[in-house]
């Protein structure tokens, strides 16, 4: 089923009216079985055209209703055992047929399943077929899921079904449906306790040994590289999430300003390894220093990113209910995560309780009144005045050194000793097959991980860039990762002694504004932004970025230019909105119009979600011309952007798109150079 | 007489139905020459048939010799012995005309095997034939059962040569004389002479025969035992490639041969061909794994025309392929296995300072590597390189022979010729003398089998080795002493793997005996293969070896490695199946001199005549389909050897029917 080319069809008159003919009675058979069903007909000849239909096209879902009231009504009313059980068996019968049509029918699949679940049928018959089916398509995940199901209700031990497994790797250990189904059942006898803890070691370590048959004897084939992947997510790479961080630091201080909208006070953040669910204030209690006060606050966890359940970041919006509090008070906050469970990942709850105390300074902070007049800001990039700073790192990321949380346990004698082992497997693989872009890109991010994860760093970021260079040369076709790999490891390197050097620091001699400049440096992805929490304004721009994402985590960035870069649509910019402070945007010289919808994400939100929708309601009157979307959806929620910088992007010239970003952002003051206050 | 073949005269003449003289026959046919193919015999095959057990034991016992009397009573069919002349007549089975499938039907139901139903009764072929004619009654020629002779009873009939009443013995001469066949006078006046076939009784000598009874056996019938086994065709090898082209597929069915084995010091280690085979096998090392499949990515690419694929030198590609081997770093554990196991070398592969007379070519290794690596996975329900027939080698040469008969070819079982004819003058071949009509055929063309090479040798001594021959023998220099093949096969009571039904078991060079350095191969085939009852399995083994006795000795030790014995239950390995019978025996002279590729067609003189030799010693059928199609490109040179049929879009080579093919349809999911 795999690399064979698709036959084009020709059309020929004869061939066409043949065509049309069958679509004719395939129409009345239709109407037909649709009548049945609509009165409720469940005759014998009525089920038998209904399969004819479905033998015919298995794809008919109302057909399949059809059947299963059809099979209910007729089992309701018989009592006789052999009856029932023929009922059942026909049913069996039909969806085979139906199968052998197209045997990827989820139709017919889950009607299989639903008429097992009377419990009258031969399940051994049921293994039989399926072992045809996986024996013609090995690689038919409908045939691997319904085998686990059936695994499920005959009460198959794991170790039958890890055999199975195991039998089909060895015919072709390119069918990854196998390893998949092979992952699966080991994670659930892990989850079902029936290996123990020790055992478990065992189990991976064998299957490490598994899989490095397989890309020993063939590195370029990826089934089993995605399956050493898995293994290493068992081994190393904590499916539990822990916390990376908080603001403010543990012990500072930050200002809580009554009177403005709670989502512009950021108050306290957490930051969370993996996005995480259930922070709440249950799950993370706080308790004041002076008792009193307690009261007064109402606190509400919001998450910082697109996704409102699971986010990696989370904000505490302090909302003083009596209006009691004043300038110049300050309190003591205790605050304690993971103490009582809750809060999980998708893959399991949170590691760990962490403590933190936090000052909160009441008093105004700037943005308490909205200026009436707003001076546009100069970009850093705009100015003629040399690099020049003398103050220290504190004043701009808030506080001094930022302490970088890094992972909570070190690793085991037997994870190290894992992780040691593929190295080395991947470099004697390497050794064989300079090549490998598999073993390179393993070996890769196998150095990373140990390098995060190891007590002591030993092994040098060189070594990892060297392998992405290296996979750019053998590989092209990936570039844009390879290429992302190492700008992450260049922002790496960049920020991971941030505080030391003052090279990226830079101070405005018009606004006086501190600034963290990462310009110019071929940037194509950003990460570790747990690092530069506190940070106001921003530089990126000459890079070479495509994406924002995870730029959320700023919440305090006040100025941001990503101008001369490669964002390519207005959705690109979807977590910049959610930055709260930001004043001022400069997105000159990207791309915004080339495409609608961002094309480096792999799940586009609808344009007719809620938030759009509720957006849509309250900004779209009666104003003329095409609506954009995603400029209501993006910029809508830029409540404070008073400034933005569009100039030189496809988007700009657009007529249409000015008119609606207007309306979507009322607060905007300068357009490019344009003063479009209302005022 | 009644059967006399007519036409008289033919583009070839073919004696013998062995597999290369059918492939030769059918691709005369396919290229629309007109062909007349004999056998002595009554059923198809000659030295490559397969025979039921009875047959087989009769064979043993009468030291080999073909043709034997069938062993099976029938009563001549009833419709037979009444039939006029006029109803024969109806037949359209004039060579002339164009045959539908109903009549090669026919002429396959009844020769597929001797134990058929239909067959005649005539245990002594010889004399018993020209009884029945001088009964003067016209089925004789419906006992010989065969489309050429029914043909000729109704081309003679439209000649007017056959009389509708019984005739005598001397009318039949007298006829033949006005047909200008038979008076030495006749031969004169054409300027022929005539020069009478000694062909040679037995081309084996050693049998053994372990356990005379096959009482307990089963049905004979149900066995299906070759006279040159083993032999296994390669999935991408050139017999496949023939019977497609040739449409012979049709008639047969394979199946996949399941596994080879090298044995090692008693045990038996699966040879790994495949990824999956490297990749299940956990005695290999990472390094040794990476090696080997490097090795095998090598020889699938360095004959590609990829310009990027590895280059070899020239040199290395004409050193020993031991020695590339172990360059290419492939494991020492899984040499010997591609040497003997894969590449299938029949001698011991040493090093050059061991020496040795058969080493390997680097090249010749390649390319067998090459083409096992093809093969592996050609067909989508083939699991390894090697196909078996159903029902034994012998449905080949009936294959081929049934594709030449729809094309035109005319066939006559049980027709033995007396002489071959020749030009006074010149000694060129002109025709034969069949023995039992006495009738002249006449052909410029001629191809026997190894039993006739003798006599051919001598009529047209003129001019011995063919040019190629002759030139292959110079290079290699002196005359290699002619290997010999012995060959057994064993009836066992059970799998040696229980799992598993047909397969291989190799013993390479010096496990079972230091005497010889011919390797041990052991086939194993079951009732899937429909060559044996239920539960029961055949084992064909075979080796060369220079001593007879000493070889024939090497297999009866590699039986015991394998098997327990009948009467020695008390050290019986409960785990081993017992042998329950086994014959042993040696082929006579393969092959002289020392050209590789024309060890089977030994002589093409002058373009005309051509012999074919026994079945060679190798386990595939490559060496037998070159020499055929040697021997055909000698014979018509400016023909093409079974032109491709053009590509239509809805055939693919897949069409290519699998037993396995037919039963996933069944019932799929």
Redesign the interface.
């Known amino acids: 089923m795999h690399g064979r080319p698709r036959v084009t069809q020709t059309c020929d008159p004869a061939r066409q009216k043949h065509e049309e003919e069958k679509a004719a009675k395939f129409q009345a058979l239709l109407r037909q079985v649709l009548h049945n069903h609509r009165h409720r007909i469940f005759s014998k000849e009525a089920l038998l055209q209904n399969a004819k239909l479905l033998e015919l096209n298995p794809e008919l879902y109302t057909a399949w209703n059809y059947r299963k009231v059809a099979v209910t009504h007729l089992l309701e009313s018989q009592l006789d055992e052999a009856i029932r059980k023929s009922i059942v068996d026909n049913e069996l019968e039909v969806v085979?047929r139906a199968?052998?049509r197209n045997?990827k029918s989820y139709g017919a699949w889950h009607h299989r399943k639903w008429v097992l679940h009377f419990g009258l049928s031969n399940l051994d018959k049921e293994y039989r077929?399926?072992d045809?089916?996986l024996?013609?398509d090995a690689r038919n995940f409908h045939?691997w899921a319904y085998r686990r199901f059936l695994a499920g209700i005959s009460k198959a031990t794991e170790e039958q079904e890890l055999q199975y497994t195991i039998k089909k790797i060895?015919?072709?250990?390119s069918n990854y449906s196998a390893w998949h189904s092979r992952s699966t059942l080991l994670s659930k006898q892990l989850q079902n306790n029936i290996i123990e803890k020790d055992t478990w070691l065992k189990v991976l370590t064998e299957e490490y040994d598994l899989v490095?048959?397989?890309f020993?004897?063939?590195?370029d084939d990826q089934s089993g590289w995605f399956y050493l992947l898995w293994l290493l997510s068992q081994t190393v790479f904590p499916s539990r999430p822990f916390v990376t961080g908080f603001w403010p630091p543990n012990g500072h201080s930050n200002l809580f300003d009554p009177n403005v909208p709670s989502m512009a006070n950021c108050n306290i953040l957490i930051f969370f390894s993996l996005p995480v669910c259930g922070v709440n204030s249950e799950t993370v209690s706080m308790s004041s220093s002076s008792e009193g006060l307690n009261s007064e606050f109402k606190v509400s966890w919001i998450s910082i990113t697109d996704d409102s359940q699971f986010s990696k970041g989370w904000r505490a919006e302090l909302t003083d209910c009596n209006k009691c509090l004043e300038a110049g008070m300050s309190l003591t906050l205790n605050v304690q995560v993971g103490a009582k469970p809750g809060i999980t990942s998708r893959h399991g709850p949170l590691l760990g309780v962490h403590n933190l105390t936090v000052n909160i300074e009441l008093g105004s902070s700037s943005c308490s009144a909205p200026e009436k007049h707003y001076s546009r800001i100069t970009w850093p990039e705009e100015c003629k005045q040399t690099s020049k700073f003398e103050d220290s790192p504190n004043d701009i990321f808030g506080c001094p050194s930022l302490p970088l949380q890094r992972h909570l346990e070190p690793l085991s004698e037997w994870q190290e000793k894992t992780l040691t082992n593929q190295i080395n497997?991947c470099r004697?693989?390497l050794e064989?097959?300079n090549d490998s872009k598999w073993a390179m890109l393993m070996l890769a991010r196998l150095l990373v991980a140990y390098d995060q994860f190891a007590s002591s760093s030993e092994h040098g970021m060189d070594e990892v860039q060297q392998l992405y260079k290296r996979l750019l040369e053998v590989d092209p076709t990936h570039q844009y990762y390879y290429n992302e790999q190492l700008s992450l490891i260049r922002f790496h390197q960049i920020t991971v002694d941030l505080h030391e050097s003052s090279e990226h620091f830079w101070r405005s001699d018009q606004t006086q504004n501190l600034w963290v400049r990462f310009n110019h440096l071929s940037l194509s992805k950003l990460g570790y932004f747990e690092r530069l929490t506190g940070v106001q304004n921003l530089d990126l721009s000459k890079n070479k970025l495509q994406s924002l994402e995870g730029i959320e985590m700023l919440q305090f960035l006040v100025n941001l230019d990503v101008s001369n870069n490669h964002l390519t649509s207005i959705t690109a910019l979807r977590p910049v909105s959610h930055l709260p402070k930001l004043q001022a945007l400069n997105i000159k010289w990207n791309e915004i119009g080339k495409h609608m919808i961002d094309k480096n994400r792999y799940l586009f939100p609808t344009v007719l979600n809620n938030s759009a929708k509720k957006h849509l309601k309250n900004n779209l009157n009666k104003e003329e011309g095409p609506v954009h979307w995603e400029v209501y959806e993006i910029f809508g929620r830029m409540l404070v952007l008073r400034q933005l910088d569009i100039h030189g992007n496809p988007i700009s010239e657009n007529e249409a798109f000015r008119s609606n970003l207007l309306l979507a952002v009322p607060s905007l003051v300068w357009l490019d150079a344009e003063n479009v206050s209302t005022e | 007489m009644a059967n006399l073949i007519e036409p008289s005269s033919f583009d070839l003449i073919v004696v013998g139905t062995g597999l290369p003289q059918c492939i030769v026959a059918a691709a005369a046919a396919s290229n629309g020459h007109s062909v007349l193919h004999l056998d002595a015999c009554d059923f198809y095959g000659s030295h490559w048939s397969s025979l039921p057990l009875q047959d087989f034991s009769d064979w043993c016992h009468s030291a080999g010799q073909l043709p034997f009397p069938s062993p099976i009573q029938i009563t001549t069919p009833s419709n037979v012995s009444g039939t006029g002349a006029s109803e024969v007549s109806n037949q359209n089975v004039s060579p002339s005309f164009e045959r539908d499938t109903a009549a090669g039907e026919m002429v396959f139901q009844n020769g597929a095997l001797p134990n058929n139903g239909s067959m005649p009764s005539s245990r002594e072929f010889g004399d018993s034939f020209p009884e029945n004619s001088t009964n003067g009654t016209t089925h004789s020629f419906a006992e010989t059962s065969l489309y050429g002779s029914a043909t000729t009873a109704n081309a003679s009939l439209q000649n007017g040569f056959l009389s509708p009443e019984p005739v005598t013995h001397t009318e039949e001469i007298v006829l033949n004389t006005n047909n200008l066949s038979l008076h030495d006078s006749t031969m004169e006046e054409l300027g022929l002479q005539s020069e009478v076939v000694e062909e040679r009784s037995s081309m084996y000598q050693d049998f053994h025969i372990m356990q005379d009874s096959i009482e307990d056996l089963g049905p004979s019938r149900r066995y299906c035992l070759d006279l040159a086994g083993p032999k296994l065709a390669y999935c991408g090898g050139s017999l496949v490639d023939l019977l497609l082209r040739s449409g012979a597929n049709n008639y047969l069915e394979f199946k996949s041969l399941e596994a080879s084995f090298m044995w090692s010091n008693g045990v038996l280690l699966p040879v790994p061909s495949s990824r999956a085979d490297v990749f299940k096998d956990r005695t290999l090392i990472n390094a040794e794994k990476r090696h080997l499949m490097r090795f095998f990515k090598l020889v699938v690419e360095h004959d590609s025309s990829n310009p990027d694929a590895p280059q070899i030198s020239p040199e290395e590609l004409e050193s020993p392929f031991v020695k590339f081997l172990h360059e290419r770093q492939v494991p020492l554990s899984v040499q010997s296995m591609i040497l003997y196991a894969i590449a299938l070398s029949n001698h011991k592969q040493g090093t050059v300072e061991e020496g040795g007379s058969h080493i390997m070519k680097t090249k010749e290794g390649l390319e067998l590597l090459a083409l096992y690596l093809s093969s592996v996975g050609r067909f989508v329900n083939s699991t390894g390189a090697f196909l078996y027939p159903l029902y034994g080698q012998g449905e080949l040469p009936q294959a081929f022979s049934r594709s030449a008969a729809v094309k035109g070819a005319l066939y006559a079982l049980k027709m033995p010729i007396q002489s071959f004819l020749k030009d006074k003058v010149t000694g060129d071949f002109k025709g034969i003398k069949v023995s039992t009509t006495e009738q002249l055929i006449f052909s410029q063309k001629l191809v026997v089998g190894p039993t006739m090479l003798q006599t051919v040798c001598k009529a047209f001594n003129s001019d011995v080795l063919s040019v190629e021959g002759r030139n292959a023998a110079q290079e290699s220099g002196e005359e290699k002493e002619a290997p010999k093949v012995v060959r057994g096969i064993c009836i066992t009571d059970k799998s040696l793997r229980a799992d598993l039904c047909t397969l291989m078991v190799v013993f390479p060079p010096h496990c079972v005996t230091v005497q010889e350095n011919g390797v041990i191969r052991a086939l194993q085939l079951g009732s899937s293969v429909s060559v044996c009852p239920e539960g029961k399995f055949l084992v064909q083994l075979s080796m060369v070896c220079s001593n007879e006795s000493v070889g024939i000795e090497a297999l009866q030790r590699a039986t015991q490695f394998l098997f327990n014995s009948r009467d020695s239950s008390s050290t019986a390995d409960a785990e081993k199946p017992t042998l329950l019978w086994a014959a042993f025996y040696a082929h006579n002279e393969i092959y002289e001199g020392g050209a590789d590729v024309l060890i089977l067609c030994k002589w093409i003189l002058a373009g005309h005549v051509a012999a074919f030799g026994m079945p060679d010693e190798t386990l595939h059928f490559q060496k037998a389909v070159a020499s055929a199609e040697n021997v055909y490109k000698g014979l018509f040179p400016d023909d093409d050897f079974f032109p491709r049929p053009p590509l239509s879009p809805t055939t693919t080579t897949d069409d290519f029917v699998m037993d396995d093919m037919v039963e996933e349809n069944e019932h799929l999911v």
């Not at chain 1, 060895?170 to 250990?173: A, I, R, S």
Request: zero cysteines.
């Open positions: 085979e199968l052998m045997y077929l399926l045809k089916l024996t013609s045939g060895n015919e072709n250990f490095q048959q397989a020993f004897t063939e590195p497997t004697e693989l064989l097959e």
